[in-house]
């Protein structure tokens, strides 16, 4: 798998998740550095068992060699054909004028030490300078006989319940010793259960199925915990989300979980009673600041009404004129973010419709364009939500000729992107429009707070407006709007 692919790779968002993918990586690791070193010592300890069976084996082959050599050469091949009779016996055996030629199997590394294993037993018996050959070969290649008749063409009787493990056909151990100048012993067998098949075995199956039962119920209690540790936390979060949305109402949230989870709990709730109450001293504020700056602005335009000085009637006018829209901007600036409405679900495409409805012509050619459509309703503040897009459409409206809307909604969140047919921003002035009272050059238009009181409105929703040039000329104002708390 390529870097690219790798990046491609989704990695879940929510705790329960994440925490559930970790634990299935542990898993999975601790399980895999287990089962290998397992399996090693397993192969180890089988590979041990396999060397003292095929050494048992090799002194049973010495055994039957010395037994032949004790014997008449005359009777020899008599005591042959009567083991052969009688069926039955461990090994298959004959006498032959030459070493038979077969293909040999592949080597591997039980092989190799079972036919050093043999060899060596063989030769501290015999001596180191007979002359013999230890190999394996398969059924279907198997020879017997001078003849070099195969298997399947002798009797059962002879040679098959000795050398056939029906459906296993495993390997068959062939040797070879030279007896006497034209004379050789032949000696077929198959090795003792379990090493019959010299195959090296994986897991076995009662040992994946305790992997894969063992990795369930962790992963089960891993997601129970982690359900039950999250709830909290997402009661958490819902409660901050009413919070930053202003809701005035917002109960403390149940303390429970872990530790950590109730000391979160008690900080935030400390936190919401202290923002309650800092709200409600600044309401307070604001109503005596507003009382208290227009009044002396209307005493002072009713005692400039009075001076006989035109000049001077008119410098004070200007004057007054000047300072009461500084105070109606910041009034207006507080007045417009700090909007105090319940949170309910709101109908954004009824809502557009109003904004947009004096704009748009019944043929269509208006100013105003929208399309796309709002799938479900908005969990918000409706005069809010008003305003924001409002300012929003006014500002394209104002400075951009018109204005198209295109609505982008999913289950995650509402996009209400607005195009206009103006000038656009310079660069490095898209995030100075958010300020208050700032004005591109040749814009006297406002109190320069329409797209600044967007913002805070999306923020308190927490959305973000954001702006971009287009290529084809004009700017566009996206607002984004989320549909589930992160």
Known sequence: MTIKRLRKVRVPRSLLGRMLLLTLLAILL??????????????????????????????????????????????????????RSMGGTRFVVSLNERPLEMQVLPSTQRKEAVIRAVDQVLRKSLGPDVDMSVKFVSPQDLRIFNAGLKLDELPRSWAHFALTLEPVNPPVLVTQIQMA???????????PQPYTSLEE???????????????????????????????????????????????????PIEIGGGSEVVEVARAFNTMRARISRYLTERSQLFSAISHDLRTPITRLRLRVELLEDEQLQHKFGRDLDELELLVKGALQCVKDTDIHENIEPVNLNLLLDCLIEPYVLPHGNGRVTLTGRAHWPYAGKSLALRRCMGNVIDNALKYGH???????????????????????????????????HFRLSGQQQGYGLGLGIARNIAHSHGGEVSLQNLRRGGLRVTLFLPRVVE
């Open 402 to 436: 018109n204005a198209h809307l295109l609505i982008e909604d999913d289950a995650h969140a509402f996009v209400l992107h607005v195009d206009d047919e103006g000038p656009g921003v310079p660069e490095q002035r898209l995030e100075q429009v958010f300020e208050p």
């Open 201 to 251: 075995e994986g897991l076995p199956a009662m040992q994946l199925w305790f992997i894969a039962l063992s990795s369930v119920f962790l992963l089960l209690s891993i997601g129970l915990l982690v359900h039950w540790q999250s709830r909290p936390l997402k009661r958490l979060a819902r409660a901050a989300r009413d919070l930053s949305l202003g809701e005035e109402e917002v109960e």
């Open 181 to 191: 100048p034209g004379e050789w012993l032949y000696i077929a067998s198959l090795l």
């Open 30 to 83: 601790a399980q895999t550095l287990s089962s290998v070193i397992w399996l090693s010592q397993l192969r180890a300890t089988q590979l041990e068992g396999l060397v003292t069976s095929a050494r048992s084996l090799a002194h049973s082959m010495n055994a039957t060699v010395s037994y032949l050599r004790s014997l008449p050469l005359a009777y020899r091949p008599l005591v042959l054909d009567q083991m």
